[in-house]
Nanobody
Framework: QVELVESGGDLVQPGGSLRLSCVAS????????MSWYRQAPGKERELVAT??????????SVADSVKGRFTISRDNRKNTVTLQMNSLKIEDTAVYYC?????????WGQGTQVTVSS
């Protein structure tokens, strides 16, 4: 059974940093694309960052809104995908979700709250 467990969300001041982690289980982690999404109150869920499988070289992409501030990475030995978030802005406030795309089906974690506020 696929399980994704996020951690690392917190309250942080503008300009601060957070590191989100997602531990995956129930599938061969290294073989699949992993992503981070976020959903702010009253808004649709949006893609933040994606990292390809190990076989595809772990290629990364991030949304324009976070480019230069957020970095996605993965550790295939620990079945973990990480989102390093720097220079946080108030508009980054959202619930952040880890997601795996497995053979056409998308799986989600329970989410972790990130609040950026002074």
């Amino acid at each position: 059974q696929v399980e994704l467990v996020e951690s690392g969300g917190d309250l942080v001041q503008p300009g601060g940093s957070l590191r989100l982690s997602c531990v995956a289980s129930g599938f061969i982690f290294s073989r699949f694309v992993m992503s981070w999404y976020r959903q702010a109150p009253g808004k649709e869920r949006e893609l933040v960052a994606t990292i390809s499988s190990a076989a595809s070289g772990g290629m990364t992409s991030v949304a324009d809104s976070v480019k230069g501030r957020f970095t996605i990475s993965r550790d295939n030995r620990k079945n973990t995908v990480t989102l390093q978030m720097n220079s946080l802005k108030i508009e980054d406030t959202a619930v952040y979700y880890c997601s795996a795309l497995l053979s056409g089906a998308r799986y989600w974690g329970q989410g972790t709250q990130v609040t950026v506020s002074s």
